[in-house]
């Protein structure tokens, strides 16, 4: 119980971190699949158009899901790897042919969309700072300006460049979970009509829970330099816009002063 504690306090210490260092206006979203759901944790309450919409509960309240739960969304329990009713395979092969039609998802698309690799019974969404599991990828929803600060995060503790994913919204999940790196969605058409979160100028960033302590590190770093040189531009800018010819030394004087 005391080890669970802790890492129930390093959560949400690391929660209010991104929260604080992001100024996200949601809360990250944990995310955990399981053979068994922790006492404690209630199922999910009510019908959802489809699974992405846990996405926007889970940064309110603690709760499980099953495939059954998912059975409005043959898409994401595709990506997801749960287990199909007979309805669910039913629905995915009408959506596919229909995206098919619309030369939308394409037969030689289909090999390149993400699905989870293993298997759960299971999937426990949480604000992080509540998760009763160590997540394995933790959502956090983000405007261009915090994705700059995640973007410089990524480079260095992925030694590369994000990659930035398109439709399903929920393929970004499997991404992340198989490659243990982080990684950028745009979300679809499909996810913007259902949630209410996902505005026009919101994407999803997703980070693997593994390296979790690596990116809050980063992140308060980043955050802090990108808050003084934003100040330091800003100053430049106006000194160069009242015809002055400041070096950097000069610029850096003006800002300590």
């Known amino acids: 119980m005391d080890a669970m504690n802790e890492t129930s306090k390093n959560y949400?210490?690391?929660?209010?971190?991104?929260?604080?260092?992001?100024n996200l206006s949601q809360s990250p979203v944990a995310i955990s699949f399981t053979d068994a759901i922790p006492n404690g944790v209630g199922r999910h309450v009510g019908d959802v158009s489809a699974g992405c919409r846990f996405w926007q509960d889970g940064a309110m309240t603690?709760?499980?899901?099953?495939?059954?739960d998912h059975q409005r969304c043959a898409i994401g329990v595709y990506t997801h790897h749960l287990q199909p009713t007979p309805a669910q395979q039913t629905d995915l092969m009408g959506a596919l042919k229909i995206f098919?039609?619309?030369?939308?998802?394409?037969?030689?698309?289909?090999?390149?969309?993400?699905?989870?690799?293993?298997?759960?019974?299971?999937?426990?969404?949480a604000p992080l700072a509540e998760t009763p599991l160590p997540p394995q990828i933790v959502l956090l929803f983000v405007n261009a300006s915090q994705m700059l600060i995640l973007s410089?995060?990524?480079?260095?503790?992925?030694?590369?460049?994000?990659?930035?994913?398109?439709?399903?919204?929920?393929?970004?999940?499997?991404?992340?979970?198989?490659?243990?790196?982080?990684?950028?969605?745009?979300?679809?058409?499909?996810?913007?009509?259902?949630?209410?979160?996902?505005?026009?100028d919101t994407?999803?960033?997703?980070?693997?829970?593994?390296?979790?302590?690596?990116?809050?590190?980063?992140?308060?770093?980043?955050?802090?330099?990108?808050s003084i040189l934003t100040r330091f531009h800003h100053i430049r800018r106006e000194e160069i816009a009242a015809g002055k010819s400041p070096s950097i030394q000069d610029s850096l004087k003006a800002m300590g002063a």
Do not use: W
């Not at 980070?207 to 990108?226: C, M, S, T, V």
């Open 152 to 200: 410089e995060a990524a480079q260095q503790v992925e030694h590369g460049n994000t990659a930035a994913m398109g439709r399903p919204a929920c393929a970004v999940v499997p991404q992340v979970i198989n490659t243990g790196r982080a990684a950028l969605s745009l979300g679809c058409c499909g996810a913007r009509a259902y949630l209410d979160t996902l505005t026009d």
């Open 12 to 22: 949400a210490k690391i929660a209010s971190l991104l929260t604080n260092c992001l």
């Open 100 to 125: 098919g039609e619309l030369s939308y998802v394409r037969e030689e698309d289909l090999p390149l969309i993400p699905v989870l690799q293993q298997q759960s019974a299971h999937v426990i969404y």
């Open 203 to 226: 994407a999803i960033f997703a980070i693997p829970g593994a390296k979790l302590d690596f990116y809050a590190e980063r992140i308060e770093a980043l955050a802090q330099a990108n």
């Open 62 to 68: 603690v709760f499980a899901t099953s495939s059954s």
